[in-house]
């Protein structure tokens, strides 16, 4: 049951904080041993991806992203502590977060195929041969997405020679649409808004016996793919010679849609680190699925547009009514809590990013930022770190960049001119 009162503040479409109550009521979904053989798919299936493009192999195959410095960032925010990006808009070919996750589910099919064939081999190059491909190209991967995921999906299906349909929502961008047709990719468009893309793509894909559907609500293999980030991270921060402990806690900021993307991560960080991790999702004020869902509770699904949203917002990565149950259950008592962004909010984190880091972001990548602001200077936020026995002001705050790699100049120009003529 939604609270009253809570229903009153998301409807106002102010920022918002909101804590988690942290209360396991439903049993486990995810099986985390899904995560290890993610992350051994991903390093095995290196030499193929390496071979298959120009962007896969300048990485060795291993996609990954760096983890900047942002004290600048901080300093324009006037925040304190340490501010890390982890900047997953620069992921090679996919240039969003949706890469690991996405290429994952992509390989797991590739192998599912192959081994339906009669492919009884470990060396993930062999199924870059003439023959494979050829196999591949009689099945095809069926996603709905809003852009970046249809992105990741189509791109790295046709790098391994499959057909790939992505069925996109008005609200797509032109470029993102372009970009996939160039690839060979065959864009559907849809006049109804996400979830209606999704349930086309669903039935679609259930109708052929020789095509798979991405799940972006429902499925485990995007989802451990996400969780893979968690084990890259580690290495990271120890070169960058930050030691994370339950004293010394990491605070992670995330955007969130769907909640998988976000979820994976934070699941495979809660994994690994425990109470030395906390992480917060961030979510557009017209469309927090997630807040809503987590607080009115898993027993049945709660869309935004129940509660007289109507999840518009220039984060289009984000822009989702309802939320993953899922990531909602792996939430549940994982998360930290949710805090709520303003399409100026955004716009502002764009310019801003832009001015002190010269990083190129979508909207959505960058509402996080307003996070570590939310536990320095609000009631709830300044409770919280109490009862945690965290002190923001020496803390390590990570922003999760999410995407906007693929941005054509024009686009990002367009976007950062609008944010600076809307800023003060
Ligand atoms: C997909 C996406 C998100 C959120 O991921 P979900 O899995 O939908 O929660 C955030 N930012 C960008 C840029 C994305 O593409």
Redesign the pocket.
Known sequence: MLDDMLRQALRSQAPMLWINPGVRTQPELFDPALIDQAEQRLKRAAPLLAAGSPALAACDGVVESPLLPADALRDAYGGQGQWLLKADHRLPLAG???ARGGFHEVLEFAEYCAREHGWQGEDFRELGSAQWRACFSGYQLVVGST???GISIGLMARVLGFAAQVHMSQDAKDWKKALLREQGVDVVEHGGDYAAAVAEGRRLAEAGPQSHFVD?ERSSSLFAGYAVAARRLLPQLRELAIEVSARRPLLVYL?????????GIAYGLKQLLGDAVHVWFAEPVASPSVLLQLAAGLEQPLSVYDIGLDNRTLAD??A?AQASMLASNAMQDRLAGVFTVSDAQLQRGLALAWGTLGERL?H??CAGFTGPGWLMESEPGRQWCLAQGVNPAQAVHLLWS??GGLLPDSEFEAWLHQAQSELP
């Open positions: 969003s977060v949706k852009g970046n995921l972006d955007p969130c849609g769907v909640g998988g993307a976000p979820g990565g984000m989702v979508e959505s990548a999410t995407g």
